[in-house]
């Protein structure tokens, strides 16, 4: 018999994020008092590989059995867990196209974070990323055709889940065709449902019997719900989601205090809408003061039958039953099979490197001169991207390789560079499109590390790894010494 939901409950429906690597009293205190089960992790949370694990065994004494840790480990620029073996991207994999590789990288990355007390991945990514200008999905995406997103990403999330470890498809209804990051501001996708059907649905319907859990995306689709972006909105998770198609795994939103939600709804309202909508859990990071706003408006609004107590214990009742289905645990991972782990993302790595307009090594005694900026900080959305010394590091056999650190890659002035015989590389570390001043460029070799459409801003040899993890930029200096060939195809048009 279902337990009766009381407005004191509600915060059994709030994931939270905590402040710093250990959990202090204050925090624990707040987690107890609002009998809050699920707290989600980011970088600023995780220290050494054991104080990690010590963090989620106090996080599960504190919030109990059915406790839920997440974060987001998808690989490639968004892992947090960088201590583990890094998988790659999305589209590094979807480069390779081997869904038997997909299910061994899942597999992987569940089992690493199984071992430091995680039992929720906000993975995999089921975005079709069709739109070259996306300022947030890029390589996060495993194509831009739907049939290879759900055969990749399913055979991902099936290794995931094998290994213990819940995933969370995301960004439904979709996020692939945006031109506005919803960490910023507010997007919108104006489609109609039959566009929809045919492309930015079909991944999270195909797989909706196999995901225990879908993230929501902070988009206005005006054609469907012209007033609520689709975290918010009845039509889309209600009625799309729940009712038609009738899924019942949990739906969590995504982080209320993007500017998308927060800016024009805050998070009280935000928090209420939500669940109204058809989520079963909000994602409410923030101070604990903000926190609170989404915690007192979700039990007021219990408290004055807004939201119902039958809607309370139904989410609840979703979110036991993914608790007890994927359990916090602190598995060994050590010795074969975590060396075997890092073997395998090295293989994957190196699998999806690809090599565009007929690119080529340049020859180990040519002279090269190589432009890369020399940091590119955190968004806090990806890790930093790598730094100019490791770029350096990839030319460390070759006899003569100037190189050459900017403080802005976007900056650079082509009628500065010298034409004295050097062979010219561009190597791109940041996410960022680089604009009109890169069609001047001509370098003889252009080295795409992070966002695969800048191999449309340059043209000219190029040669794209879909991430910057030491596996990617291991496989790249194997291809420039000659070693190791590209012969990946894209999945997504790069002219």
């Not at 004191?8 to 205190?29: C, F, N, P, R, W």
């Not at 560079?417 to 190597?427: E, K, L, S, W």
């Not at 194997?478 to 195809?489: H, N, R, V, Y």
């Amino acid at each position: 018999m279902t337990q009766a939901f009381t407005p004191e409950d509600a915060g059994q429906l709030v994931m939270v994020d905590i402040q710093g690597k250990t959990l202090d009293a204050a925090t624990a205190a707040f987690l107890r008092e609002h009998k809050i089960r699920a707290v989600c992790l980011f970088r600023k949370n995780l220290g050494t590989e054991e104080e990690v694990r010590q963090l989620t065994r106090e996080l599960r004494e504190v919030m109990g059995p059915h406790a839920l840790i997440g974060l987001d480990q998808e690989g490639g620029s968004v892992v947090r867990a960088t201590f583990l073996p890094q998988a790659p991207s999305a589209m590094a994999l979807g480069a390779a196209g081997d869904s038997e590789l997909c299910e061994r990288v899942g597999a992987a990355v569940a089992r690493g974070l199984r071992s430091i007390g995680v039992n929720w991945n906000f993975a995999p990514v089921l975005d079709i990323n069709n739109n070259p200008a996306n300022p947030v999905i890029a390589e996060r995406s495993f194509s831009e055709r739907a049939d290879e997103v759900t055969r990749l990403a399913g055979a991902w999330m099936w290794g995931s889940l094998r290994e213990g470890v819940a995933c969370c498809v995301k960004h439904f209804p979709g996020h692939g065709d945006t031109h506005v990051d919803s960490h910023l501001a507010l997007p919108t996708v104006d489609k109609s449902r039959a566009e929809l059907d045919a492309l930015e649905l079909r991944p999270f319907h195909a797989l909706r019997e196999i995901a225990p859990a879908v993230m929501t995306a902070h988009i206005v689709y005006p054609q469907i719900d012209p007033e609520y972006p689709a975290t918010l909105s009845a039509t889309i998770l209600g009625g799309i989601l729940r009712k038609e198609w009738g899924y019942e795994g949990v739906v969590i939103t995504d982080a209320l205090m993007m500017k998308a939600i927060c800016e024009r709804y805050g998070y009280d309202r935000a928090a209420v809408l939500a669940l109204q909508a058809g989520a079963d859990m909000i994602l409410a990071q923030g101070s604990l003061e903000e926190q609170g706003q989404s915690l007192r408006a979700l039990r007021e609004a219990f408290a004055r039958g807004e939201l119902t107590p039958a809607q309370g214990a139904r989410a609840r009742d979703r979110l036991d039953r993914l608790a007890r289905a994927y359990p916090v645990s602190h598995d060994d991972y050590g010795g074969a099979v975590r060396e075997a782990d890092g073997a395998l993302m090295a293989e994957a790595w190196a699998r999806g490197l690809t090599a565009l307009r007929a690119a080529k090594a340049p020859a180990l005694h040519a002279p090269l001169r190589v432009y890369v900026q020399t940091d590119v900080p955190t968004d806090m959305v990806s890790e930093a991207g790598p730094t100019g010394a490791q770029i350096a590091g990839l030319f460390s056999g070759f006899a003569d390789a100037e190189i050459v650190m900017l403080d802005d890659l976007l900056g650079l002035d082509w009628s500065q560079v010298p034409q004295d015989g050097r062979q010219t590389i561009v190597a791109s570390t940041h996410r960022m499109r680089y604009g009109a001043n890169a069609g001047h460029w001509q370098p003889d070799l252009h080295l795409v590390l992070w966002n695969p459409f800048q191999a449309l801003d340059v043209q000219g040899p190029t040669v794209v790894s879909w991430g910057y993890a030491d596996g990617a930029l291991a496989a790249l200096k194997s291809w420039l010494q000659g070693e190791l060939a590209a012969t990946a195809a894209s999945p997504v048009s790069l002219g």
